[in-house]
């Protein structure tokens, strides 16, 4: 080709001998609709049925071949693709033949290529060489065939390949007259695909040296009736491990019998008819009566059951025992309900008690512990679950403290204060001596962190020593710290929330032992109890001071009370002052501390609560209003927001949310500067062990009578 042939002439005009290509396949420009072809005939293909022959010169069964194919044009580029379908056992490499592109015609027209002009059916095309005959098409190409004005020829015959058609008819004569009877195991594959029965088993080997039982599992696989049985062995039994007792197989039950031949065995079996006589040729039929086959039995699951001895192959094996789903399994299809199980295992020996060395003194106790415990001596580990949720995390620092002194009759040692912290992340101990001028003590640690034993204990001893923990620390206890003896006086504010918040492990904090243990001490004094606590009160305001309720209950329960629980008590049904029931003075404090915080997220806060309240009443939870308010990082102390959330309570302790927002809302609801009055916010990590700034004054003593004894009439 030359370069530029496609350009004419002057004026447009073509030039002698030269011949122009048609830009467009179908129509000329400016008929049809005005989008690209691409757009226009996306994914629209035209299909055309086809064949060719084909010479086979090196065969002597045939001397041609028919090859069936597909010819699919593509209307969007004009390509063409030619493929031929995929036949069984053909020989031949089938699929695609002629990939898909545009083809040019045959000569002398090779500088064109083919369109839809040049498609019908019941005519010849010419691709590369090779000639295919159009016979047919599917109902879309005629359908656009006939809008394209392109009269369709008839459909021509499909001729049969001869070598095809010679197969077919060997194939059909080697087929048996009667058809093969169906054998269906596809259904119980579907019902039962993993559904396994599971029978622990025992084998009493008799050539075993010491006749020992072997212990065995069996599997029977519904979904094919198949069996493989495992050996469980023991440990260091000295035999060997080996995958499986029996291979998945179905079981005969009376076996050995001896061996097969090959193809005995078979689910078929055909008679043949007229044996040699016929030109030395044998007729087969299927011997749909199966006179000559060989029956098995083999075992099913209604053979199994607890307590049946099964052959396996010449080895008696009992079933003992089974699983949930095996019975669950018979019990449902067979009915059966004795699932007793038949005792085959030996009572295990008793385990001989570990027994440690006692401690040496060097280290730790848990240290030398772990010497003790393997080879490759390892570092005690720490409860690490324990620390993560007990370690300081916000304004919760798990640290409970206690005012102490000496218990001694020395005149210098018996002023001394002490603050001794519990940590409860690691359960340790450290004493801080209060500083004191003018005593000629310096204050300061007194203890160094750490665990700390219990007294009496020996040094050197096998079991693990006794340490103090949390509940051994209460107001009123008695504690000896490496042989210095402290009276426990007093405890910040921290101290007594987390005990009485968590008093189901702290039974000195507990209202609830508390009151028990008081009311059975004094219920048969009820009357009495109440003429001495209205003789206290001579004024009948049904308020007594701490201090003389403290004695009453001293003196009513003998002294069977410790310090901590006559303050639980008090601190239960104590009054409150006025300043503490003072809505404005606490919004105002809470205000003044969220605005130097600079904390503004109250529509945040608002929605989160919203959110929460899926009944849309307005009110939540106390707790659950607390646990928001410190997933946002409210800066307020906690007995302060307690505090708050308390005084926004309904009559069914519930916390109407939405004024409590608004009352915090420093932006939209200032309180007045002549409202606002100065409340030390408490924080305990300064706490001196000082008495309480707000003591317990008031107790209601009448609410505490109605608790023992019920109200009287």
Known sequence: MLVGEDKPGIGGEPLPGQKLKPKYSVFPEGMGSDAPAWVAFDKQVLSFDAYFEEEVPDKNQELYRIRHCKIYFYLEDDTVQVIEPQVKNSGITQGTIVRRHRIPLPPPHEDQFYTIDHFNINIEVILYARKYKIIDCDQFTKNFLRKMGIRLNPPAGRPDDPYTKERQKILESMKPLRPYERIDTLKQFLEHDGHVLRFFCVWDDPESMFHDPRELVLHYYLSDDTIDIKEIIPVNSGRDAVPLFLRRDKLPKYAPTGLYQPGTITSRTVLNVFGKLVGNRGHYILDNRKTGAVHQEFYRDSDLKIGAVINVWGRKIILCDCDEFTKKYYRTKYGIEDFTPVPYKALPPPKPEKKFPPYT??????????????LLPKPPQRDFKKFMEKDRSGMESNILRFLAKFVTDSPIDKDRKFIISYFLSDDTISVFEHIQRNTGILGGKFLERGRIKKPGQELFKSEPSEYFKAQNLFVGAKVCFHGHNFLLVDADEYTFNYMEKHANEFSVADIGVILKKLKDITESRSREIRQVFAATDPEHTKVIEYDPFRNLIVRITDGAFSEHEIMTLGRYYSVRDEYEMDLHSLLSAA?????????????????????????KCGVLPHEMCRTICKSFKLPLADDNLQALLTMFENDHKQVEYKKFVDGLNWRENQIPACQ?????????????????????????????????FGKEE
Do not use: H, T
């Open 676 to 708: 606002m009055i100065k409340i030390p916010f408490k924080n305990e990590d300064d706490w001196s062990g000082q008495s309480p700034s707000i003591p317990v004054k008031g107790i209601k003593y009448l609410r505490l009578l109605d608790d023992l």
């Open 591 to 615: 205000q003044e501390q969220l605005k130097k915080n600079s904390f503004e997220n109250f529509e945040q806060l608002s929605a989160v609560l919203i959110y929460n309240d899926q009944e």
């Open 361 to 374: 003194g060097f280290g730790s106790e848990e240290d030398s512990l772990c010497s003790c415990m393997g």
